[in-house]
């Protein structure tokens, strides 16, 4: 059997909706259709590209690698019938929080008044890669080291840690805090797309309980109801101000370093000028 770039397309769009019924809705095929073609194609291949069930579908590590070949194999062989059509695909961006912090609207205004042609979406996924490893966006801006495989990390600047407490509580009253003074609150932790936790003390010295939440608006919500406290980085004050939640400074907690991410390999044509511009707005504070 030889693969054409029919079954290229159907693969993409299955790996895009993550379901073998909406990609046949989308590309206006019977569902046997599709499945019958990932399976060719899985096969001509030798390796499995999604594990899939009745109501689940995922791609495997090889299909994820093979996801970024084949949309670089499409999109070259378009952009030579059509050299403006991946320049008027929209560039996604993704976030778990805060975004670009104080940059993020320089950000979009610029992107807007320069590269008009080419939409800029930023898109706030509660997931530790914002959906990047899953192919849910082009570039995401992530805080802290990441260790998802295949992901391409490149530096921006770095934000300082400040303490999140319960508005009325008597922390708030402080005009800064220490790491130390934390220690007697249940710390609240955001497993999914957070970036702190008991690590952040020395061996032992850290809060004795946590509590854990999945996004960042559970974690506000908890802080307020006077649960427990957080730490996070500084621009998620001024991105997620709470009537609750009262920021204080952390001065002796360590910073977090903030990174512009992409996929290894060919990705959206737009993702080099997208990272000038974040480099020019971050090295220009």
């Not at 995401?140 to 303490?163: D, H, K, Q, S």
Request: with cysteine; glycine share 6%.
């Amino acid at each position: 059997m030889s693969i054409e770039l029919r079954h290229l397309r159907c693969f993409l769009a299955i790996a895009e909706e993550s379901s073998v019924t909406r990609a046949a809705a989308r590309l206006h095929l019977t569902q046997p259709a599709v499945s019958r073609t990932l399976a060719a194609l899985e096969k001509h291949l030798g390796i499995r590209l999604a594990e899939r069930s009745t109501h689940h579908l995922a791609l495997t590590a090889e299909g994820r690698a093979f996801r970024d070949r084949a949309a670089s194999a499409v999109a070259a062989f378009d952009d030579a019938l059509d050299s403006e059509r991946l320049r008027r695909r929209p560039l996604r961006l993704g976030h778990p929080w805060s975004a670009f912090g104080p940059y993020t609207t320089p950000l979009l205004r610029r992107w807007e008044r320069e590269r008009p042609e080419t939409p800029l979406e930023l898109l706030r996924i509660d997931d530790r890669t914002a959906g990047l490893a899953r192919g849910e966006v082009d570039a995401a801006l992530l805080r802290g080291p990441v260790e998802t495989p295949g992901l391409v990390m490149e530096f921006l600047f770095t934000e300082a840690r400040i303490a999140a407490v319960p508005a009325d509580g008597p922390l708030a009253a402080r005009t800064s805090l220490t790491l130390a003074d934390l220690v007697t609150e249940p710390l609240i932790v955001n497993r999914v797309s957070g970036t702190t936790s008991p690590a952040l003390w020395p061996p032992g010295a850290g809060p004795a309980t946590t509590v854990t939440v999945t996004n960042t608006d559970d974690w506000l919500t908890t802080i307020a109801a006077a649960r427990g406290i957080g730490v996070t980085g500084t621009s998620t004050a001024a991105v997620h101000p709470h009537p609750g939640v009262a920021y204080r400074p952390l001065p002796d907690a360590p910073p977090l370093q903030v990174f512009l991410v992409r996929r290894e390999g060919a990705g959206h044509p737009a993702i080099p000028h997208l990272a000038a511009l974040a480099r020019e707005l971050a090295s220009g504070a």
